[in-house]
Protein backbone atom coordinates (compact mmCIF):
# COMPACT_ATOMS: atom_id res chain seq x y z
CA UNK A 1 0.00 0.00 0.00
CA UNK A 2 1.80 3.42 -1.16
CA UNK A 3 1.67 6.43 1.48
CA UNK A 4 -1.78 8.08 -0.79
CA UNK A 5 -3.82 4.78 -0.05
CA UNK A 6 -2.84 4.58 3.53
CA UNK A 7 -3.69 8.16 3.86
CA UNK A 8 -6.80 7.37 2.06
CA UNK A 9 -7.67 4.65 4.72
CA UNK A 10 -6.72 6.05 7.33
CA UNK A 11 -9.46 8.95 7.02
CA UNK A 12 -12.14 6.60 6.56
CA UNK A 13 -11.60 4.95 9.74
CA UNK A 14 -11.22 9.07 11.16
CA UNK A 15 -13.95 10.09 9.86
CA UNK A 16 -16.01 7.05 11.27
CA UNK A 17 -14.64 7.52 14.68
CA UNK A 18 -15.68 11.16 14.45
CA UNK A 19 -18.87 10.63 13.38
CA UNK A 20 -19.76 8.58 16.42
CA UNK A 21 -18.90 11.79 18.15
CA UNK A 22 -21.35 14.07 16.63
CA UNK A 23 -18.28 15.62 14.35
CA UNK A 24 -17.84 15.84 10.53
CA UNK A 25 -14.49 16.15 8.49
CA UNK A 26 -14.61 18.20 5.03
CA UNK A 27 -11.63 17.82 2.89
CA UNK A 28 -10.29 21.11 1.30
CA UNK A 29 -9.67 20.98 -2.51
CA UNK A 30 -5.69 20.46 -3.70
CA UNK A 31 -4.29 19.97 -0.06
CA UNK A 32 -3.70 16.75 2.33
CA UNK A 33 -5.66 19.00 4.75
CA UNK A 34 -9.20 18.10 6.45
CA UNK A 35 -11.08 21.00 8.48
CA UNK A 36 -13.16 18.93 11.27
CA UNK A 37 -16.24 20.61 12.38
CA UNK A 38 -16.79 20.28 16.15
CA UNK A 39 -20.21 19.55 16.76
CA UNK A 40 -20.05 22.72 19.84
CA UNK A 41 -19.08 24.93 16.69
CA UNK A 42 -14.85 24.60 17.11
CA UNK A 43 -12.82 23.90 13.80
CA UNK A 44 -9.73 22.35 13.76
CA UNK A 45 -7.40 21.48 10.48
CA UNK A 46 -6.47 18.12 10.41
CA UNK A 47 -3.38 17.63 7.75
CA UNK A 48 -0.77 14.70 7.24
CA UNK A 49 2.97 15.41 7.79
CA UNK A 50 4.85 13.28 4.69
CA UNK A 51 7.52 11.40 5.04
CA UNK A 52 9.90 11.53 7.49
CA UNK A 53 7.74 12.46 9.90
CA UNK A 54 4.48 10.76 8.22
CA UNK A 55 1.91 11.75 10.92
CA UNK A 56 -0.98 13.47 11.68
CA UNK A 57 -1.71 17.25 12.98
CA UNK A 58 -4.10 19.22 14.33
CA UNK A 59 -4.22 23.41 14.63
CA UNK A 60 -5.04 24.80 16.96
CA UNK A 61 -3.06 23.13 19.84
CA UNK A 62 -5.59 23.14 22.77
CA UNK A 63 -7.00 20.61 25.45
CA UNK A 64 -9.45 20.28 23.15
CA UNK A 65 -7.56 19.14 19.87
CA UNK A 66 -5.35 16.95 22.38
CA UNK A 67 -8.25 15.14 22.83
CA UNK A 68 -9.24 14.63 19.49
CA UNK A 69 -5.91 13.40 18.96
CA UNK A 70 -6.64 11.01 21.17
CA UNK A 71 -9.86 9.79 19.33
CA UNK A 72 -7.57 9.62 16.11
CA UNK A 73 -4.98 7.49 17.64
CA UNK A 74 -7.44 5.02 18.94
CA UNK A 75 -9.42 5.03 14.77
CA UNK A 76 -6.18 4.32 13.49
CA UNK A 77 -4.44 2.05 15.97
CA UNK A 78 -8.02 0.55 16.30
CA UNK A 79 -7.62 0.74 20.09
CA UNK A 80 -11.08 0.35 22.27
CA UNK A 81 -10.95 3.38 24.78
CA UNK A 82 -8.75 3.32 27.58
CA UNK A 83 -11.41 2.02 30.22
CA UNK A 84 -12.14 -0.99 29.05
CA UNK A 85 -10.18 -4.51 29.47
CA UNK A 86 -9.57 -5.15 25.90
CA UNK A 87 -6.80 -2.76 25.92
CA UNK A 88 -4.74 -5.22 24.11
CA UNK A 89 -0.52 -5.07 23.55
CA UNK A 90 0.48 -5.17 19.83
CA UNK A 91 3.45 -7.74 18.57
CA UNK A 92 5.00 -5.05 17.10
CA UNK A 93 4.44 -2.41 20.19
CA UNK A 94 6.44 -5.60 22.27
CA UNK A 95 8.99 -5.34 19.45
CA UNK A 96 9.67 -1.74 19.68
CA UNK A 97 9.94 -0.69 23.33
CA UNK A 98 11.95 2.71 22.54
CA UNK A 99 8.80 5.43 21.92
CA UNK A 100 8.94 8.81 20.69
CA UNK A 101 6.43 11.26 22.70
CA UNK A 102 4.59 14.39 21.58
CA UNK A 103 4.41 16.46 24.87
CA UNK A 104 0.79 18.14 24.55
CA UNK A 105 -1.19 20.67 26.49
CA UNK A 106 -2.23 20.06 29.92
CA UNK A 107 0.45 16.77 30.88
CA UNK A 108 -1.14 14.60 27.64
CA UNK A 109 1.39 12.70 25.47
CA UNK A 110 0.62 11.06 22.43
CA UNK A 111 3.17 8.23 20.93
CA UNK A 112 4.84 9.45 17.64
CA UNK A 113 6.65 6.37 16.39
CA UNK A 114 8.12 3.33 18.29
CA UNK A 115 11.58 1.86 17.42
CA UNK A 116 13.59 -1.03 18.60
CA UNK A 117 16.80 0.72 19.53
CA UNK A 118 17.55 4.15 21.24
CA UNK A 119 19.83 5.17 18.85
CA UNK A 120 16.79 4.80 16.10
CA UNK A 121 14.44 6.65 17.73
CA UNK A 122 17.50 9.78 18.45
CA UNK A 123 17.58 9.97 14.95
CA UNK A 124 13.83 10.67 14.05
CA UNK A 125 13.82 12.75 16.83
CA UNK A 126 16.55 15.28 15.42
CA UNK A 127 14.25 14.80 12.20
CA UNK A 128 11.19 15.52 14.06
CA UNK A 129 12.53 18.47 15.65
CA UNK A 130 14.00 19.91 12.28
CA UNK A 131 10.19 20.04 10.77
CA UNK A 132 8.54 20.90 13.31
CA UNK A 133 9.86 23.46 15.43
CA UNK A 134 6.94 24.30 17.85
CA UNK A 135 6.43 21.00 18.96
CA UNK A 136 7.90 19.35 21.95
CA UNK A 137 9.09 15.80 22.07
CA UNK A 138 11.14 13.43 24.15
CA UNK A 139 12.19 9.41 23.89
CA UNK A 140 10.73 7.15 26.51
CA UNK A 141 11.43 3.24 26.80
CA UNK A 142 7.98 1.83 27.47
CA UNK A 143 8.60 -1.60 29.06
CA UNK A 144 5.08 -1.72 30.80
CA UNK A 145 3.58 -3.22 27.75
CA UNK A 146 5.37 -6.41 27.64
CA UNK A 147 5.20 -6.63 32.07
CA UNK A 148 1.39 -6.34 30.93
CA UNK A 149 1.27 -9.58 28.83
CA UNK A 150 3.51 -11.93 31.32
CA UNK A 151 1.07 -10.87 33.72
CA UNK A 152 -1.97 -12.29 32.02
CA UNK A 153 0.06 -16.05 31.36
Given at each position: ??????????IK????A??????R??????????????C????????????????????????????????????????PL??T????????????P???????????????????????????????????????????????????I????
Amino acid sequence: MNQGQRVMADIKLIRLALAEQGDRLQKLPRQAVWMIHRCNGKTYRLAFQPAPLSAWSLHPTDSEASQLLSVIDRALNRQPLAGTDEAATTYHQLLHPWCIMQLLPQMQRRVVARFRRRNDAEAHMRVLRQKALAMQYTIVFDPAQEQSISSKR
